[in-house]
């Protein structure tokens, strides 16, 4: 449903607000969103996961939300509730963060009871990426589409699926896991434990290891002289920085984690038979030089008459995408 | 919903029948099948695509669907529709089976129309395996669930998807064609064009390629015998019926087809995570000889807060499942 038909359907004007709250493992935002997709007004904080405790942290957000709501000079009413988004596992319908990885010493904590109790207002919870997809899907990229597909590519690869024009969680929230289908059977070792997951052949951290391992064959001077001479220090950016100045090394490198995404998105076109894939992060940063070996593998790998509906876009929302995250739960 | 449900809902009672004709390669069947699941009657005769026109095949479905309402001696007006289930791709909403590989010669054939013409009926078309997945999830082994995905593993590897209570036909009705998702990069040719599908690696004729090709390596006895001495009369039964008698090799070729499905299973649940997975045809028939390999690989290449969650299971309608498939569309 669009945004402008989802107001006039229930009734909601333009001047309706939510209270967008995300929570990063390093900086934790609160923003005023109104739900045509305004933002109104933003303030972040690291969130020093290790330093306070996890009430502490979502004291300080609160404390954070009252200033933010006094000095917009907006109404209560208009106000309608507050959506979180935060990284998974999380149990959406108590609303209480599990163990996420980004959250070190975050253990069943309860968001929603808390925010909710603090707020005096009603609190949705979602997984980041799925927020994400919902905000690409109501504001962004996907307006319009009824199958959507929304990857972000970063640290860890996560994905959210619009299909049939809702947003689909799977029998324990768990759906969606597209980085961690395995794409080469004896492949390198993935963080989650497994081996030859998307995510260990195509995230950032995996662009950065292919690097490293190729110092040793001397092939590497422009993406090492970026991370200021030491291998430890080369990132995803610094390969990305180095391909855009036509450094063939370091365009042999995303040639070679492209074509891997690409071989993943196609096994997901064969299954869910999207209108459009959205690509995050990484793929906003690096654009075709991650999407052409993404198309080209695509089209081998793919049937054409699945392929061809399919459209495959980098995201839209750029850095509004975490303020409209917790608006889209309120759609 | 449960069929029982459905029909207190919906105020129809046990008394309503459905024709559902099931329109395949070698045979057509028409049967009459109350809603509640009881097939009452049903006759077949082989389809002949190469002999007979496609209207011509239609036309003599439709004599023996007169038939079959006759001799019941059924009241008409309890006859709700027609459901049909073919060969895919296909047009829904029209009900046009577009260029079944199954099918020879058939392009474009308006099978709804006909039907509806011919029998003064509602009709409704679905593709084989989307109608024998509502099939298990209404009458069989899917009972219950809200997210399932049902596999038909036989000359090919067919799928549907029950997502959210609901089938999941994709953008332009592609969707669950698991079938196709690469395990391998550069594995085997698959027949449609692909190389390393799942289908190229766990099908039945994959199973005998399997076999076949170990025959140089004189590991055979047993299923070369069961092919009555002919290497290319080997099929994926004889594979199977060896390994039941515990021919090593047989065992062998079956682990091997049954870690692939299990990686293929694995990525399944790893994007959809599904409540149930019922598996069809080749795993009714050869069981835990295929199952144990994939569970293992399950173990492997999935996480297990998701594979914990799904209960991996042989179909349970066997030789009704044709017959309640067009049953099911009228659910």
Redesign the interface.
């Given at each position: 449903m669009s945004v402008e038909l989802f107001l006039i359907m229930s009734g909601i004007k333009s001047e309706t607000y939510v209270i967008s709250i995300d929570i990063g493992g390093t900086k934790s935002a609160v923003s005023l969103v109104s739900l045509s997709g305004q933002v109104l007004r933003r303030e972040s904080e690291p969130t020093r996961p290790t330093e306070r405790t996890p009430f502490g942290t979502l004291e300080s957000l609160v404390t954070l939300t009252k200033e933010i709501i006094v000095q917009s000079g907006i109404a209560k009413e208009s106000l309608i509730g507050v959506g979180v988004s935060a990284g998974g596992?999380l149990d959406r319908e108590t609303g209480t963060l599990l163990r996420p990885p980004n959250l070190p010493g975050w253990e069943a904590v309860p968001v929603k009871c808390v925010f909710e109790e603090l707020l005096n207002l009603p609190v949705r919870v979602e997984n980041d990426a799925n927020a994400t997809a919902l905000a690409e899907w109501h504001y962004g990229a996907g307006r319009g589409a009824?199958?959507i597909v929304f990857m972000t590519i970063g640290t860890g690869i996560g994905a959210g699926l619009i299909?049939?024009g809702?947003l689909?969680?799977?029998?324990?929230?768990?759906?969606?896991?597209?980085g961690?289908?395995?794409?080469?059977?004896n492949g390198p070792p993935c963080l989650?434990g497994?081996r030859g997951c998307l995510e260990a052949l195509a995230s950032g951290p995996a662009i950065a290891r292919l690097a490293r391992e190729s110092m040793m064959y001397g092939r590497h001077k422009r993406v090492l002289a970026l991370a200021g001479g030491n291998p430890n220090h080369i990132t995803a950016t610094h390969v990305v920085d180095a391909a855009k100045k036509g450094d063939p090394f370091a365009l042999g490198i995303l040639e070679e984690a492209g074509t891997y995404l690409g071989?993943g998105l196609?096994?997901?076109i064969?299954?869910?038979?999207?209108?459009k894939i959205i690509l995050g992060t990484l793929v906003v940063h690096a654009g075709d030089l991650l999407l052409t070996p993404a198309r080209a593998a695509i089209a081998?790998?793919a049937?054409k008459?699945?392929a061809e509906?399919?459209e495959i876009m980098p995201a839209a929302l750029g850095d509004r995408a975490q303020d409209l995250a917790g608006a889209a739960l309120w759609l």
């Open positions: 596992p009824r199958n299909l049939d809702k689909y969680h799977g029998t324990n929230d768990l759906a969606g896991e597209l961690h289908q395995t794409i080469l059977m989650c497994k071989v196609a096994n997901t064969m299954m869910l038979n999207p209108e081998e790998y049937w008459r699945a509906r399919c």
